[in-house]
């Protein structure tokens, strides 16, 4: 047995590092364990061919908790968060495009171009989304309550939740109450008509889940993403690269005192009389703890790391009906020169932001439905991103590299695997489909590197290439994320502990899971005094 900590961190993705951080803060000894040869996760930069790097897994980043940049200093540790403007731009085959950006009137003159009506909406529904987007990062940055016994203090908070609700007045309550459960389709018939602009927004609801804008919730994971970003379109990146978020937040955790170990894969978690006591490596090294926390997802951990029998059968039972259905598939090109796009003269700052391939809501649900028996979409919805545009030493000079999040690519396929040819066949789909918008795309790929959902799984521990750790949807949410009567960050296993995106609140790396499982872990320790 080696060294003793007070606390291990499994993983050393962003909620790992907070995590580490945090405790590390209040003078607990702290060891992260990471497998891979860096830190990050899924929030992490990579060289892919000689002097392209790409964002490997997110290409989007989020707003971190306020409390964490304060409290962390990020800034002094080099994370710089830049919005692009325009954030978002929509070609269509026939020549036109929209482009939605930081300036109202842009957006509004894009907009108007399809629709007189959308374009005088537009601002008003952005007030709207902002409200609803406010009452959920309230919801966000508190620990769900203790269900089915709530405390004095669950109780406290789930109080000042619904008087923050009620201020908003009683049909503003009203609204966000009704228009969450809803389909993104039922929300946006009632606002808009144009479909490059319903396009659009049902992209951004539908990322990282596997179904389409028409299933019911999805407008939630709409007003989630504004939550994340401050608006519908926009698009956060930390300059340098999404690995920069990761890099500061490690830089902080060592800063606090924490201690950062990368090719350390855990084996398993270590019991004594049924409580964990720190954990076993790949290499036999065994490493005692007081408390473990994992930023890997419930699942790997409760079932993989740990010994299911220790759990009860109804626990495990919850445990495998989480729902992952990871069908999202990033595509990684090297190009020779930048796409140029049908009724655009040149290289334009369209570039700088997202390039969504969402020509109507219809195209997103349609490309949705073939994951549904196991296919993968022949016509994708498509996120790409060419951060070369704004950073060119991300490229050798006069390359560029474009980052690509493909739906519909479902993790369990009806025909076949995911091996190498069928990744070759999903490259093919996308750069055939970017053809059709910028002609000149598929002769420019000089190189192509292709993640696959049990890619994702293999590389990065995300059980069946969820990239949330678990759908992102009402049922898997505040008290039921990860499950009922276990959503605040403790397990069965007394010691254990959830820090990743598998918690409450889930969503993209703003840090809030380990933030507050942080919390509650020295809550916990506190108590035993």
């Known amino acids: 047995m080696s060294r003793?900590?007070?606390?291990?961190?499994?993983?050393?993705?962003?909620?790992?590092?907070?995590?580490?951080?945090?405790?590390?803060?209040?003078?607990?000894?702290?060891?992260?364990?990471?497998?891979?040869?860096?830190?990050?996760?899924?929030?992490?930069?990579?060289?892919?061919?000689?002097?392209?790097?790409?964002d490997t897994g997110a290409h989007r980043s989020a707003q971190l908790h306020p409390a964490i940049w304060r409290d962390l200093g990020l800034g002094a540790h080099g994370l710089e968060l830049v919005r692009s403007d325009p954030g978002v731009f929509v070609p269509?085959?026939?020549?036109?495009?929209?482009?939605?950006?930081?300036?109202?009137?842009?957006?509004?003159?894009?907009?108007?171009?399809?629709?007189a009506a959308d374009a005088d909406r537009w601002a008003e529904f952005n007030g709207f989304a902002e409200m609803v987007a406010g009452f959920l990062s309230a919801v966000f940055s508190v620990e769900p309550p203790e269900i089915p016994a709530p405390s004095r203090s669950d109780m406290f908070a789930l109080g000042r939740l619904g008087l923050g609700l009620r201020k908003l007045g009683r049909r503003e309550m009203e609204e966000v109450v009704r228009v969450l459960p809803m389909s993104c389709l039922e929300l946006l018939d009632e606002w808009f008509e144009s479909e490059p602009l319903r396009g659009v927004l049902a992209g951004v609801a539908v990322q990282g889940g596997a179904h389409g804008p028409m299933a019911t919730g999805t407008a939630f994971n709409l007003f989630r993403r504004v939550a994340e970003s401050g608006s519908p379109a926009a698009l956060l990146r930390p300059r340098g690269g999404v690995g920069r978020l990761s890099e500061a937040l490690a830089s902080a955790a060592r800063g606090a005192g924490a201690e950062i170990r990368t090719e350390s894969r855990v084996k398993h978690v270590l019991l004594k009389e049924g409580r964990a006591a720190g954990v076993a490596?790949?290499?036999?090294?065994?490493?005692?703890?007081?408390?473990?926390?994992?930023?890997?997802g419930p699942g790997v951990t409760l079932l993989g790391l740990s010994d299911p029998a220790m759990l009860d059968p109804e626990f495990v039972r919850a445990l495998k009906a989480i729902r992952y259905?990871?069908?999202?598939?990033?595509?990684?090109?090297?190009?020779?020169?930048?796409?140029?796009?049908?009724?655009?003269?040149?290289a334009g700052r369209h570039l700088g932001g997202a390039i969504s391939i969402s020509p109507s809501l219809e195209y997103v649900e349609r490309a949705s439905d073939a994951a549904k028996y196991g296919r993968v979409s022949e016509a994708p919805y498509l996120e790409a991103v060419i951060p070369t545009v704004a950073e060119p030493e991300l490229a050798p000079q006069g390359k560029h590299g474009m980052s690509v999040l493909v739906q519909y690519a479902p993790y369990h396929l009806r025909d076949g695997t995911w091996d190498a040819a069928a990744a070759d066949a999903l490259a093919d789909t996308v750069v055939e489909t970017l053809g059709r918008y910028a002609p000149n795309l598929p002769g420019s790929v000089e190189a192509r590197h292709v993640l696959t959902p049990a890619g994702m799984e293999q590389k990065w521990s995300l059980q069946e290439g969820s990239v949330f750790q678990g759908e992102m949807t009402l049922d898997q949410f505040f008290f039921a994320r990860p499950v009922a009567g276990w959503a605040r960050y403790r397990t069965p296993i007394e010691g254990l502990y959830l820090c990743g995106t598998g918690t409450h609140p889930g969503g993209g790396a703003t840090g809030n899971s380990g933030y507050l499982a942080a919390h509650r872990i020295l809550k916990d320790a506190k108590g035993r005094r």
């Open 4 to 54: 003793s900590f007070d606390a291990i961190v499994i993983g050393a993705g962003p909620n790992g590092l907070v995590t580490s951080a945090y405790l590390a803060r209040a003078g607990l000894s702290v060891l992260v364990l990471e497998q891979r040869d860096r830190v990050g996760g899924a929030a992490s930069s990579e060289e892919l061919w000689p002097g392209f790097r790409f």
């Open 92 to 115: 269509l085959q026939d020549g036109r495009h929209l482009l939605l950006a930081e300036s109202a009137s842009t957006s509004t003159d894009s907009i108007r171009a399809f629709s």
């Open 281 to 296: 490596l790949e290499d036999g090294t065994e490493i005692s703890a007081r408390t473990v926390a994992s930023g890997a």
């Open 325 to 346: 259905r990871g069908a999202t598939a990033k595509v990684h090109l090297a190009l020779g020169e930048l796409p140029r796009f049908e009724g655009i003269e040149g």
